[in-house]
Each structure stands twice: as structure tokens, then as C-alpha cells.
């Protein structure tokens, strides 16, 4: 076992061992926030958040699961100004479907610092498509995190998305479960386009032995795909999120230039209360959003590592470097 590996598995127990109750920073406090923003590298970057509303502006669709509450762009902006994050990737919901307005003028409104990733319909004609080039967006997002219906039709839609982002130069982000992304790997890994797995490539807090697990790491270490490390609190309890380090660390452990971190703001759920209507507001997670970086910045004590996650990889995939 070589020394970084070994220097990975400490820091899991590390993690896993701290006191819930006793997190590094008192984040109600001023000074505490600007002792976590020291830590932040200059251009670092949130890959992944959502705008939501106004709703009479940007009406949601009726196939939707839920409705979420509204989240504005300068809450977004007051957020990573407390973080010292520099930097934001929105990414379209899927109560928005193909319509992408709300995120366009987001788009507009953060200027060069943000980028955006979209939902296509099958049938965009190449002048949407460079509209939206145009407006910041660098990838199409295919969202189905609960599994498909029809694995071949899902193949055939993960290679059509391939090589239409590849004519771009975008990549395609996909929200899929874990088993599902490692039975697509093979469609993957021939895509002239790269891919971004969104939140822990569709993990659950089960460890590396899961379905799927050995073939992620595949494609992290090829260069195909990148991991994000986003909403871990989907699959785990906060302020440790048991479970969820060790994937992190095995997939920083892979190939470091291919991870990516996310706050998954504002923490929209993926489904309502069955009790519920869809026409009922369903709550955010409530989440820490300055102890889930921490976290996230205690895994990665290296600079060099915490560079590359949180300036450099998001700065060529997303063509910062090229603004």
C-alpha cells in the first residue's frame, strides 16, 4: 500500500472519528467564517447550485416531483461571498424540464464568474444550441436519479448526448445511481465527450464495495469522468455524513484532477412528502452550508490537492481559463 493511500485511510477515521457535536468553527460568528475563507483558494469554485423562481416569472412543469421554495441569485451571491468562493456552476432542476430561462438569466445576471449547465430537448435546432453556448452554458445535464425505466433507450440517450456536447466542446452531467453509472461505463468511456457524475457519482453510504464502485473508478482514473462531491446528506446524517468520506477520499485517491466540489445549494429534497401535493411548497434541506465545506476543505489538507478540486479542474472543464 503506497504512502498517499495509507495517509487516506487515517484521515477517514480522522473524519469519522470527530465529535458531531464539535465542529472546527463556529459558523454564527464573523471571525470564525473569515478563518474558513483563509482557507479558500483565490478562484475557487461552487460546481454546483440552482436558482429557483420567481414563480409567476418561470413556471415549473407539471410532470414535476415537487415544488421547491424560491432561491435568488443574491442569496447565492451573499452565500459565496461568506465562503470565499469566487466562482458558481448552475445547474438547471428538473422542475424547470427543458426550459432554461430561469438559469440563462442567472447566467446573465452572475456574469463571467458563472457557468451553467442545461437540459436539451431532443429536438434543439443548432441556433438554441449557440444561443445557449453563448449565454455560459458548457454541458447538458441528464437527470434520473432514481434509476431508468429502459436501460437500452438511456444508453442510446447518454451517446447521442456525447456527441452532441462533444460538437461544442460541453461535457454531460448526469445524475444517475451508482449501479447504472457502472453498467453505462463502457458507453462512457467511447464518448467523445467528458462527463461529470454528479453527487458522489450516485453512491450511497454502503462503502466500495457497492455495485458500480470499482467501474467509477475506472473512469476517473482513464480521465473520462469527473466526481462531485456534492448533497451528501442524501445518502448520510450531517455535520460527518458517515460513509461519505471514504468515498471522497477513494475518488481523490484515483485521479485527483478528475473531482469536483459542489454545495448543491439552496438543498432542494428530490421528493415531496407522499402526503403532499406537488402544488405544496416542500422545504429545503436544512444544512450548514459553511460546516459542509469544512468538511469537505478536512479531507483535503494538501494545497495543492484543494487547488486543483476547487480551482483547476472546474476552470478547464467549464472553460474559465478562457474567458
Not at 457524475?197 to 469522468?225: I, N, P
Not at 405544496?280 to 479531507?299: I, K, S
Not at 494545497?303 to 478562457?322: G, R, Y
Request: aromatic share 8%; net charge negative.
Amino acid at each position: 500500500m503506497n504512502s498517499r493511500r495509507i495517509a487516506l485511510k487515517a484521515m477517514v477515521a480522522g473524519v469519522a472519528g470527530m465529535a458531531i457535536g464539535s465542529p472546527t468553527f463556529a459558523h454564527d460568528q464573523n471571525e470564525e467564517l473569515k478563518k474558513l475563507r483563509s482557507l479558500m483558494p483565490v478562484n475557487s469554485c461552487d460546481c454546483h447550485s440552482h436558482i429557483v423562481g420567481p414563480y409567476d416569472k418561470y413556471p415549473m412543469v407539471e410532470s414535476r416531483a415537487y415544488t421547491p421554495p424560491m432561491a435568488s441569485v443574491s442569496e447565492l451571491r451573499k452565500l459565496h461571498k461568506e465562503l470565499g468562493i469566487d466562482r458558481s456552476v448552475l445547474i438547471q432542476p428538473s422542475f424547470y424540464g427543458t426550459d432554461n430561462r430561469c438559469l440563462l438569466d442567472a447566467l446573465r445576471e452572475l456574469g463571467p464568474s458563472s457557468r451553467g449547465v442545461a437540459v436539451v430537448a431532443p429536438d434543439a435546432t443548432e441556433a438554441e444550441l449557440d444561443n445557449l453556448k453563448k449565454s455560459g452554458i458548457v454541458g447538458i445535464r441528464i437527470n434520473q436519479p432514481s434509476g431508468p425505466r429502459d436501460s437500452n433507450g438511456l444508453s442510446a440517450l447518454i451517446d447521442r448526448a456525447g456527441r452532441q456536447a462533444a460538437e461544442l466542446g460541453w461535457h454531460v452531467q448526469v445524475f444517475l445511481p451508482m449501479r447504472v453509472i457502472g453498467s453505462l461505463a463502457p458507453t462512457i468511456e467511447r464518448s467523445p465527450a467528458p462527463f461529470v457524475l454528479d453527487h458522489y457519482a450516485g453512491a450511497k453510504a454502503e462503502g466500495t464495495t457497492q455495485d458500480g464502485f470499482d467501474a467509477v473508478l475506472g473512469l476517473l482514473k482513464s480521465g473520462k469522468a469527473y466526481a462531485k462531491l456534492s448533497a451528501p446528506y442524501h445518502e448520510a446524517h450531517g455535520p460527518i455524513y458517515a460513509g461519505m468520506a471514504e468515498l471522497a477520499l477513494e475518488f481523490i485517491n484515483a485521479n485527483p484532477e478528475r473531482v469536483l466540489w459542489g454545495s448543491d445549494w439552496p438543498h432542494t429534497p428530490w421528493i415531496r412528502n407522499p402526503a403532499d401535493s406537488k402544488l405544496t411548497v416542500t422545504p429545503f434541506f436544512h444544512v450548514d452550508n459553511a460546516e459542509l465545506l469544512e468538511r469537505f476543505l478536512e479531507l483535503v489538507p494538501e494545497q495543492s490537492v484543494k487547488e486543483k478540486i476547487l480551482v483547476h479542474n472546474p476552470e478547464t472543464l467549464f472553460h474559465f481559463a478562457f474567458a
